[in-house]
């Protein structure tokens, strides 16, 4: 059973996006999935009850109740939790010991990078990260890598005190998919798969972690 984390200490960075994205992929790939939602908005949640009647579902856990790991079910392949908004390094630390894979996403703003640079510092130096038990990586989300603005910040993000696993490019289509209770990998146009390829670097080091 691979467990990732998607953690920020900001919100708007793209968490849930991500968090739902990834769940959609291993279900899309015939994994049992569950998503655990830790964020008391409910987004993800709520975009399993969309999903709910693909083949391809992916079964929401409430993360905000304390008894949540036991109510994971036997046969579960994949669990993606989805943190609350404004989460602490020495909060993901407590979850430390249950998860094979941390994920903070950042996006490429000044007041974002310099917001998130010490909650990646932190959770860099988190003792389990540190001793290599638990991988951890950022994602630039939502780049425009034709601009000035997002080349720099990919420069800056490379300077983090984590790897830089994987780069997103923004597009309109997160924002429709999610609202349907879908995801990228549930189409299979040519405009689509350039957006999915994005994510291939992302599931590489993913396969990496697995237990």
């Known amino acids: 059973m691979l467990k990732v984390l998607l953690a920020s200490c900001k919100g ?7 968090a739902t994205h990834l769940a959609a992929h291993y279900a899309v790939d015939g994994k049992n999935t569950v998503l655990v939602d830790a964020d008391r908005l409910g987004s993800s949640r709520h ?4 999903r709910a009647g693909l083949a391809s579902a992916v079964l929401p856990i409430d993360g905000t109740k304390r008894n949540w790991r036991e109510r994971l079910p036997d046969g579960v392949d994949r669990v993606v939790i989805d943190t609350a908004a404004g989460i602490t390094a020495e909060e993901v630390e407590e979850l430390l ?5 941390v994920i903070v996403p950042v996006l490429p703003s000044p007041f974002d990078l310099e917001a998130v640079r010490p ?5 860099a130096g988190l003792s389990r990260v540190k001793r ?3 991988a951890a990586g950022v994602v630039g989300n939502r780049l425009r890598p034709w601009t000035h603005a997002s080349q720099l910040a990919l420069e800056e ?6 790897p830089l696993v994987a780069q997103l490019r923004d597009t309109q289509g997160y924002v429709v998919a ?3 209770g879908k995801s990228l990998f549930d189409y299979h146009s040519e405009s689509v798969r350039s ?8 599931f590489k080091w993913l396969k990496k972690q697995r237990p």
């Open 12 to 18: 708007g960075s793209g968490k849930t996006t991500l």
């Open 47 to 50: 975009w399993c009850e969309r």
């Open 97 to 101: 010991n249950f998860v094979d894979a």
């Open 119 to 123: 909650f990646v510092e932190q959770v």
């Open 132 to 134: 290599g038990k638990v």
């Open 157 to 162: 993000m490379q300077q983090f005190a984590l």
């Open 178 to 180: 999610t609202g349907l």
């Open 195 to 202: 957006h999915q390829d994005d994510w291939k670097p992302l």
